[in-house]
């Protein structure tokens, strides 16, 4: 059997193109609207958006369209698009003190300021497969919204707050760990600087923010479940709007609008430092675009470890943690081995072939040698 070149070119890409086109659409069926796919995929479109690193949930929802629902193919289009981008303003710190809550848990505290609030989550249903979904109807819709509008009593709501932080609890109490003076505190934007090692925390956190939820949570599991020494606490998790502004061309500070963003801030306990030093608490922190708890717990829990270089703990080595969870790079890497390699893989092969030539010639001549010796 032999080995020949594939010859293909401009025309058999533009086909293979029109193909997949056609295996998106070969079923005939009314077009997903946009607005539909930002509704009612909303999971699935914040997590594009923050992979992709650009909070834009309609074109999000065009990828996501487009790549057929792969999120990991959404978010590589989204981060492609953001490169072509103009960048004409730098926002200012968000302060997610001024979130509107949506949600708001905490697991160290029963009570917490402003209470725990459930909001939006499916964490205290059980998985079973809900199969009237099947026939689902724009009435039954109708139906629900009716319904859920009808239990609101417009005379107990309350006028929008915002709420203080767990974490200010242990700090009033002095149980936080003080800042490390030894840290790199310096500010870099990992889309216009080469990220070096060691990189600095705001590098990291920049990283993780645009970083897999499932390479994440690989990471973040590893470290719970003990190749490594963190296993923390929700301090407290967050997901709501909070304001954005930017500085316009004249020094002034400008409201542009709101996004949804998920905040979590984990607590873990230290050994101490040194002989007479209390083993403080310590903060790990994640954010991301809109609403993606998995991927806050796993940020803040791989932030605290990242702090704590330690051998052997894949989720205590930044580079490891950074480079691997990077979704968009992995699946670029990971998809190009589909791509020719003819050159090399001939190398490897006539190599082989060398190899084992050799080992055969090597076989007959023991061979020979033992006749030989038989028939003395």
Known sequence: MGYVAVKGGTEAIHNASELAEFYRVKGNTTPIDIKQIRAQMRLAIDKVMGEGGIYAPEYAAIALKQAEG?????????????????????????NTREMFVKRKISASFREIPGGQILGPT?????????????????????????DFDAKIDPEKLEGISTFGKVIDLLQQEGLLAPADPTEDRSLIDITREAIKFPAPRSARLQMMARAETGGLMALGYSSQRGFGSVHPTVGELRFGAVPVRVKDAGGRNRYIGKIEVTENEMITGSKAAKKGTPPYFTIGYGLCFGHNETKVICMSTLDTAMRRPEMGAPANDQEFVLYHTEGVEAMGFTNHLKLPHYVT???SLSNTRAAVERNNNANKEVEQQMIQMQSV
Do not use: G, P
Request: overall charge neutral; cysteine-free; proline content about 0%.
């Open 70 to 94: 792969d999120v990991y193919e959404a978010a590589f289009i989204l981060r492609a698009f953001r490169t072509t981008l103009q960048r004409n303003y730098y926002s200012q710190v968000i």
């Open 122 to 146: 499916r964490d205290y249903t059980q998985r079973t497969l809900d199969t009237a979904k099947a026939i689902e109807t724009a009435i039954d819709i109708k139906t629900f919204l009716d």
């Open 345 to 347: 893989f001939q190398s």
